[in-house]
């Protein structure tokens, strides 16, 4: 009983603390942007947002990864090779994927 409470307690502090930090952040951005505009003074665009197009390919690349994965898991491999090969290609074709938009700007 004393474990759960404290588990409760400590998770309602994580929670709290996080929700705390995401207020400041937001509180205070949207005030320097505030007080840009009442003083006149425009932010650059650089004109190199997101797109949705950068999403889809990493996307993208992270799905072949998976479907890679998905493929060598029914090769007779150790568990701990598989595990390794997998996040490797995950993270390679996510990689890619991530080159693959940066090239198409």
């Not at 404290?6 to 995401?22: D, K, Y």
């Not at 005030?31 to 006149?40: Q, T, Y």
């Not at 990493?58 to 997998?86: A, M, Q, R, Y």
């Amino acid at each position: 009983m004393e474990q759960t409470i404290n588990e409760l307690v400590g998770g309602l502090i994580l929670v709290s603390g996080l929700v705390a930090i995401a207020y400041f952040i937001a509180r205070y951005t949207f005030l320097i942007k505030k007080m840009l505009i009442e003083k006149g003074i425009k932010k650059e665009q650089s004109g190199q947002g997101i797109t949705k197009r950068d999403v889809a390919y990493v996307v993208v690349g992270l799905g072949v990864g998976l479907l890679i994965t998905g493929g060598l898991s029914l090769l007779n491999l150790s568990e701990d090779t598989l595990d390794l090969v997998g996040w490797g290609v995950v993270l390679i074709s996510g990689a890619t994927g991530l080159l693959i938009a940066s090239k198409s700007k």
